[in-house]
């Protein structure tokens, strides 16, 4: 079973399941997630599609009976979309709502944490023995960090007293196919948006922050390893590119893939004060050491090679959605 499987990086996994012959139980309440992401699989005689809620105990029961192993992926990740309240309650109760179920019927359980765990430790490259450093709650950002902290400790704690195999993947910075358009797909979906419709791209605070950012293929590749290897139970991973770039390199790189090398980029700086009481976090990259040497993981795609493919198919999904909105309209 997939849960969030509507979403960008479950729509990925499944597909790649389905590719490995894999029988898969998709579940989304499609709150964030697209249709259009699994519409090239939906049919597929080994996949079957649930719009449910990852918080309702009764229908995660129900739909995980049979299942091996659930990676569970469904997440409310920004809480500027909505509220703190959504995220904290939403990646807690949902977790859990899984977690019973594995209790259950006994299957592995392999979640999405996030590189947002490191918070604000200036110590880069994050190893998974590295502090996880928290801001104050009355700044909301880190209330996704802290939901996916309880969601490591829960998973561990369940296997203490109940035996059930986790599994928890600490992603860094997804890109790719499938990616949401929105800043909730991440900094590379708005700037290359931007770049097509030749507008500025904005840049939140000075831009010399970094990001790690990983294809997806690499993030379902880690997830697959994770699944499919005794050796990754009840550990936590890294799983993420180690090329770390600036927030304005990034932007000018995108710029220069989608308007060429001669066109000057538009680029805005927005000062954080513009979001209320914001911390960032100043640098971000992995150490994939571990993932490395227990599961054999190691990215593919370098940024550039994935970038150009993500441009391309953010084009035709811009051309669809356009479609759709006529359409509707
Ligand atoms: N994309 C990244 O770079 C990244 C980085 C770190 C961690 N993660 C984690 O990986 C997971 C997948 O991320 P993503 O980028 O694919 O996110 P996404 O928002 O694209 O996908 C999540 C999916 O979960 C669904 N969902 C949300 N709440 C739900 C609920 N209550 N019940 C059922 N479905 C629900 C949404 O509709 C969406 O389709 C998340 O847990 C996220 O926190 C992602």
């Not at 969030?4 to 590719?19: D, H, K, R, T, W």
């Not at 791209?201 to 690499?218: A, W």
Request: glycine fraction near 8%; charge should be negative.
């Amino acid at each position: 079973m997939v849960t969030g499987v509507a979403g960008f990086i479950g729509s990925n996994l499944a597909e790649a399941m389905l590719a490995r012959g894999y029988e898969v139980v998709g579940v989304d309440n499609l709150s964030q997630g697209d249709l259009l992401n699994i519409e090239s699989f939906r049919q597929h005689e080994r996949f079957c599609f649930h719009q449910a809620d990852v918080c309702d105990e009764a229908a995660m029961l129900e739909l995980s009976a049979g299942c091996d192993v659930v990676v569970h992926l469904a997440a409310y990740k920004i809480p500027r979309y909505s509220d703190a309240l959504d995220t904290l309650r939403v990646n807690a109760h949902g977790s859990e709502s899984i977690l019973k179920a594995a209790v259950a019927h006994k299957f592995k359980f392999v979640a999405a944490s996030t590189s947002d765990v490191y918070g604000k430790n200036p110590q880069v490259p994050f190893s998974e023995d590295s502090a996880l450093v928290m801001g104050n709650p009355d700044v909301r950002r880190w209330a996704y960090a802290i939901s996916k902290m309880f969601e490591e400790q829960m998973a561990f704690a369940y296997h203490e007293r109940y035996g059930v195999d986790v599994v928890m993947l600490r992603f860094f910075g997804g890109y790719g196919p499938n990616q949401n358009l929105t800043w909730w797909g991440g900094p590379q979906s708005v700037f290359i948006n931007k770049a097509l419709d030749d507008e500025t791209i904005p840049i939140h605070g000075d831009g010399q922050q970094t990001r790690s950012f990983t294809y997806v293929s690499d993030h379902v590749d880690g997830i697959l390893r994770a699944v499919e290897k005794p050796e990754a139970n009840n550990h936590y991973f890294n799983i993420g590119n180690t090329y770390e770039i600036t927030i304005l390199d990034l932007a000018r790189l995108i710029w220069r893939l989608v308007r060429g090398e001669d066109s000057v980029p538009k680029i805005e700086m927005i000062p954080y004060e513009s979001f209320g009481k914001y911390e960032d976090v100043r640098r971000r990259i992995p150490d994939i050491t571990k993932a490395q040497a227990l599961l054999g993981f190691q990215p593919q795609v370098d940024l550039e090679t994935g970038l150009r493919q993500t441009i391309l198919w953010q084009i035709e999904r811009r051309r669809l959605l356009a479609a759709r909105s006529a359409f509707v309209g």
